[in-house]
């Protein structure tokens, strides 16, 4: 073989081994394999995984109902009626109401487990799942959500607008917001939430990183992560961004904020995108990684709700953002998901990232199951 043919061999093995490892890279981009019927048996799995073991409704504070909240959206997508009678149950158990003091002189909003916390979002998160419940079963009982006007009404007749001081309030409290706007046409629910989210944008929202801090105590440089960088706690923002994806729908088409809403949204996601680990997640500490490493569920489940209604609704774009749901995905079905539908990896009840904390395929909690059946509800509605 002479010189030149060998030169010709050589450079087409390059060629050949150059188009294989294209084609390779774009087989890896359609890791979403999932049919609807097989979305809706890893619903199944994971919601009659954590009823069965849960008969025991418990109240309507937020990290139940936070569960509920998700527990919605599964029986939208599969009709299952036994998701909608253990919603039914726990909310007939609670009588329909979050905190139950009924003297409004004594009513709070600062943090509070009592029943005198009523303005406290925490306890008013149970609202959104008691209006899908009166939505869901007849529009004709308006038992089912007359605390949540009651409680409603009365904090939209007072002066403050900081009710919302932290970044999980948002979560809880704007979708019940735009929700009893459909049901009652009062525009007033749309004008205090953009009052209260403003509030809580000027003391939360850094415009920088188009992230949220979990609330005041940790703005930057206040507050450092363990390697002297803006602390986010990933959970902190799954909540706000999985709060957009709730109420722009809800919002009249000419909503005077729904840009201002989307746009935020948008930003949120192009900055998430950027830190997301390899492997799919996000660590609890979405900018330092280093801080508090390893996987955590229910930001990540959060973050591919958000991801995927997005697109499901032509917010985000497909091909710049699928590949962060492949991942995130692939992520959550088949590591943090374990075979008994048990879902691990979920930080416990707190309010930022803790270096040295354990979350491991055992951590599992109320709120991430909630958070994966949003996740896993919207990839029922993306699939084909």
């Known amino acids: 073989m002479n010189l030149k043919n060998s030169f010709f061999i ?4 390059i060629f050949l081994l150059t ?31 954590w009823q069965n073991n849960h008969p025991d409704l418990g109240n309507a504070f937020w990290n139940v109902a936070a569960y509920h909240t998700g527990n919605m959206e599964a029986y939208k997508v599969t009709k299952n009626k036994k998701y909608l009678d253990y919603s039914l149950a726990w909310a007939e158990k609670n009588q329909w109401m979050g905190a139950k003091s009924t003297n409004k002189a004594e009513w709070k909003y600062n943090y509070g487990e009592n ?47 900081d009710y919302w001081w932290w970044v999980d309030g948002l ?23 953009h009052e209260y989210l403003t509030y809580a ?13 979990r609330d005041a105590k940790y703005i930057y440089p206040k507050h450092k992560s363990a390697n002297g960088k803006k602390d986010f706690w990933a959970r902190g923002d799954g909540w706000i961004f999985a709060a ?67 697109i499901n609704n032509g917010i985000l774009d497909k091909m710049t953002y699928l590949p962060v749901v492949e ?10 998901l374990q075979e008994n539908g048990a879902l691990g990896y979920v930080q416990p009840i707190g309010e930022k990232a803790i270096p040295g904390q354990v979350v491991d395929k055992n951590s599992t909690a ?17 699939v084909k």
């Open 10 to 13: 050589t450079l087409m093995a």
């Open 19 to 49: 188009a294989s490892c294209k084609s390779g890279a774009v087989q890896q981009k359609t890791a979403i394999k999932e049919t609807k019927k097989e979305v809706i048996a890893i619903i199944d799995k994971v919601n009659g995984h």
């Open 115 to 161: 029943d005198k916390h009523v303005l406290f979002g925490d306890w008013q998160i149970c609202f959104q799942t008691y209006i899908d419940l009166y939505n869901f079963t007849g529009k004709k009982d308006a038992s089912k959500i007359a605390r949540a006007r009651e409680v409603m009404e009365y904090q939209m007749s007072t002066a403050a607008n």
């Open 171 to 193: 979560y809880m409290v704007m979708p019940v917001m735009t929700k009893l706007y459909k049901v009652t046409g009062n525009e007033l629910y749309l004008e205090k939430l």
């Open 201 to 213: 944008n000027s003391i939360m929202y850094d415009d920088e990183a188009k992230l949220y801090f």
């Open 244 to 310: 957009y994806a709730k109420i722009i729908p809800d919002l009249p088409k000419n909503a005077k904020h729904r840009e201002e809403y989307i746009n935020r949204f948008k930003a949120m996601a192009k900055s998430l995108a950027a830190a997301q680990q390899k492997e799919g997640y996000w660590t609890r500490s979405i900018l330092d990684p280093e801080h508090a490493p390893g996987p955590e569920t229910s930001g990540t489940a959060f973050f591919t709700y958000g991801y995927l209604w997005g």
């Open 327 to 336: 991942k995130s995905w692939n992520y959550l079905t088949h590591f943090a």
């Open 366 to 382: 109320d709120f991430g199951v909630g958070a994966f059946l949003l996740a896993a509800s919207e990839m029922y509605r993306f």
